[in-house]
């Protein structure tokens, strides 16, 4: 990224190789937000109700629960379980889960550990929220603006900031946020969320602000960025689900059609996000 950032007269001027564009609104500011509460991520099982699940030969707990997208203790706490044995044929509560996904992990998925207290690995197609407070106890600067409501998203890879790779995820984030920061003089870092290579989403800057991430389109526009180099490959499959599902999740919260995705590339001079994960969104929004 080359672009900066400066005040000009009161408005945040972004000048980048080959745009030069004022991103400012004093009456932005005034907005009201009309930003929905945060309903959680599927895998925290935030979601209303539940499905009953037939025991299947063959079954454990943590397949269930994997293909579930609901936590082992939770399933284990709301059917009274004491123990990882389970009966073929008996019904189990899944609280706020909707759907049984196909096993299709259990090969090549590591060992399949029935203790509660084991971590399980995201599934694909879900993802795990990490609040900015886990990662950075730097407030937002005031040369923010208001989001004002959101009716676009614009996808991203941190392989637009050199260096980045092999580097420890919230390490990553808190070097693009340095750098956006202390460097650029932002509010604080551009992108909204940003998708780990695990199954974890980490919010960036808080959605109630404008984000700085598309050098002058950034008005009610949301910033995902996805944690890595997409140039050439895809992300792995659980950063892709993740991803996929969030996407959705966002898209649900805000109102925005599917058909109001981009790839940075489309909105700003840039390569970002990558051959690979582009040709992905524009599927995606197909
Ligand atoms: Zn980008």
């Not at 980048?16 to 925290?44: E, F, L, N």
């Not at 956006?180 to 940003?194: F, K, M, Q, T, V």
């Not at 059609?257 to 390569?271: D, F, I, N, T, W």
Request: hydrophobic letters at 35%; glycine letters at 12%.
């Amino acid at each position: 990224m080359t672009r900066r950032g400066f005040l000009v007269g009161g408005a945040v001027l972004f000048i980048t190789g080959c745009t030069r564009k004022a991103t400012t609104s004093a009456d932005q500011v005034g907005y009201r937000s009309a930003i929905p509460p945060y309903q959680g991520s599927k895998r925290t099982g935030a979601a209303a109700g539940g499905i009953w699940y037939s025991v299947a030969p063959g079954d454990t707990l943590s397949s269930i629960a994997r293909r579930s997208a609901v936590d082992v203790t939770v399933i284990a706490r709301a059917n009274g379980l004491s123990g990882p044995q389970l009966q073929p044929g008996s019904r189990l509560w899944l609280p706020g889960a909707s759907t049984m996904a196909e096993d299709a992990l259990t090969q090549g998925d590591g060992p399949d550990v029935d203790d509660p207290d084991a971590p399980l690995r995201p599934h694909p197609g879900t993802y795990d929220l990490v609040k900015r407070e886990e990662w950075t106890t730097a407030r937002i600067k005031g040369n923010n603006y208001l989001m004002g409501g959101v009716d676009r998203i614009t996808v991203h890879h941190t392989g637009e900031h050199p260096g980045m790779e092999g580097i420890p995820e919230i390490e990553v984030i808190q070097r693009i946020e340095r750098y956006h920061r202390d460097e650029r003089h932002w509010a604080a870092i551009g992108y909204h969320y940003l998708v780990g290579k695990t199954g974890k989403v980490y919010e960036g800057r808080p959605v109630k602000y404008q984000g700085a991430h598309v050098s002058g389109a950034n008005e009610h526009n949301l910033g995902i960025s996805v944690i890595g180099d997409f140039m050439h490959q895809l992300p792995n499959p659980e950063q892709l689900g993740a991803l996929k599902a969030f996407l959705t999740d966002s898209r649900n919260r805000f109102s925005v059609a599917k058909g109001r995705v981009y790839g940075h590339r489309e909105l700003g001079k840039s390569v970002c996000p990558g051959d690979a994960l582009f040709a992905w969104v524009t599927a995606y929004r197909a």
